[in-house]
């Protein structure tokens, strides 16, 4: 947690009403309703300008018995500490995951830590299906190494609930496993009702259409943060991203232009990384697969080098995945994974994204080096390099 | 005396505070009122 209620009004003069919801906005008498949650009182307030901020809630499955009090779900702190409590109180011993996106995959060193069996279930056949297929076949061999069960190509088809109402069991396609916790780490969508209701326009991806202004198509509603989209500089398109970073950027935006100010966020290349128990994993741009469904003609090189100069110490092995666009060489994505030196090093590559390098102007950067940092070819040039001598000899 | 403009913000995780601190940042004599749901803010940045 950054600040408090208290710490907004005492240094910024910003009033802050926790437990307070806003159920309605009414864009021509421009005010919201307001619900004290506390109180159970409800209140019309009045505004100049509005801005949206309404982020995302987790997706649940709803199958049979899945409101069971032993299910969770993990977006933000309160989550966070719910799943702790009863870890502490009720000390489980098996925990099924459903899903493995970043969440799962984050969660799997934390149950494994407090020594619960864990059990990652997805429907796909590698964890991170989102992921180049190298990067993601490195993440399952670590989850092995770390006890950790995964369970490829499973649907999940209902929960068996015991006489508390917990979960006692689940059943997937493929048969019944026990459990007595349950996390579903299944991606967010984004919260729009009111914003909708309002006549707040959505786009295709189900979460607020902006620009990169931050306005919505409502005069004097602007909007930020996980319930909105954002413009992929790579694709061209507007996506739903919902990460903090890039909530944070949206917010600055957006409070600025309501303040009178003229900013703008031009757009995200789709950075990210996580950690998964001793490896690092980054990613920036596009995939093949999505690569490929923007038209773009693919090629892609991966290649294995040394994070520093092998004698270092702490050198560790590093997967590098360039994906890049084979008739003018554009650099359309990178993805690396290794147990050092990758989660920073992916923002390289971000930089050649936003400035539309080609391979073969990444193989000439000049990076720094000495030997407890990097080796005289980084993984990066090396891997440029490599892909740059495919598309001369096609 | 003129009625100070208002500004509204729903929601206190990320990209609610971040937009109520630059737009006071811009324009201090800004009323900013931001509603949040759960019991803490700031808890996503």
Not at chain 1, 56 to 73: C, D, E, H, M, V
Not at chain 1, 207 to 216: G, L, N, Y
Not at chain 1, 265 to 289: D, H, P, R
Request: net charge neutral.
């Amino acid at each position: 947690m950054v600040r408090t209620p208290q710490q907004f009004k005492e240094k910024q003069d910003i009033e802050v009403k926790t437990e307070h919801r806003v159920t309605k906005i009414d864009p021509k008498a421009k005010k919201v309703e307001v619900v004290n949650l506390s109180k159970s009182q409800t209140e019309w307030v009045p505004y100049d300008k509005l801005i949206i901020a309404t982020g995302a809630r987790s997706r649940r499955l709803t199958i049979p018995g899945s409101n069971a009090k032993n299910i969770f779900t993990l977006k933000d702190l309160e989550d966070g500490l719910r799943i702790r409590n009863y870890v502490d109180e009720k000390e489980p011993k098996c925990v099924a995951i459903l899903g493995a996106g970043y969440i799962s995959l984050e969660m799997c060193e934390a149950f494994r830590l407090r020594g619960l069996e864990t059990f990652v279930f997805y429907r796909r056949e590698l964890p991170a299906g989102n992921l180049e297929r190298e990067i993601s076949e490195r993440i399952l061999k670590e989850l092995q190494e770390n006890d950790v069960h995964f369970l490829p190509s499973h649907e999940l088809v209902a929960f068996q609930l015991n006489s508390n109402g917990e979960v006692s069991s689940l059943e997937t396609t493929k048969g019944n496993y026990p459990v007595d916790t349950v996390l579903m780490a299944l991606g967010f969508i984004p919260n729009v009702e009111i914003a909708k209701e309002a006549g707040v326009e959505l786009g295709k991806t189900g979460a607020i259409r902006t620009d990169i202004a931050q306005r919505t198509n409502v005069t004097d509603i602007y909007t930020a943060g996980d319930c909105c989209e954002v413009f992929n500089l790579v694709s061209q398109d507007w996506v739903y991203t919902p990460l903090g970073d890039i909530a944070n950027k949206q917010g600055r935006v957006a409070g600025e232009n309501t303040a009178g100010g003229r900013a703008f966020l031009s757009g995200v290349v789709g950075s990210a990384a996580f950690k998964v128990f001793e490896l690092e994993v980054a990613f920036t741009g596009l995939g093949i697969l999505a690569a490929q469904r923007y038209g773009f003609d693919v090629d892609s090189q991966v290649i294995e080098a040394e994070s520093k100069v092998g004698y270092m110490p702490g050198a560790k092995r590093i997967l590098v995945k360039l994906i890049f666009d084979r008739r003018d060489g554009r650099l359309l994505g990178g993805q690396m994974i290794g147990k050092e030196g990758v989660a920073r090093r992916i923002n390289a590559l971000a930089v050649a994204l936003h400035q539309k390098m080609t391979i073969d102007e990444i193989a000439r950067l000049d990076f720094a080096y000495a030997p407890p940092f990097s080796a005289p070819f980084d993984p990066i040039l090396i891997a440029a390099e490599q892909a740059a001598k495919k598309i001369k000899m096609d | 005396m003129a009625q100070k403009e208002k500004l509204i913000v729903i929601g206190g995780s990320a990209g609610g505070p971040s937009a109520a601190a630059r737009a006071k940042r811009i324009n201090p004599e800004l009323e900013i009122t931001m509603f949040e749901q759960g019991r803490f803010v700031s808890y996503g940045s």
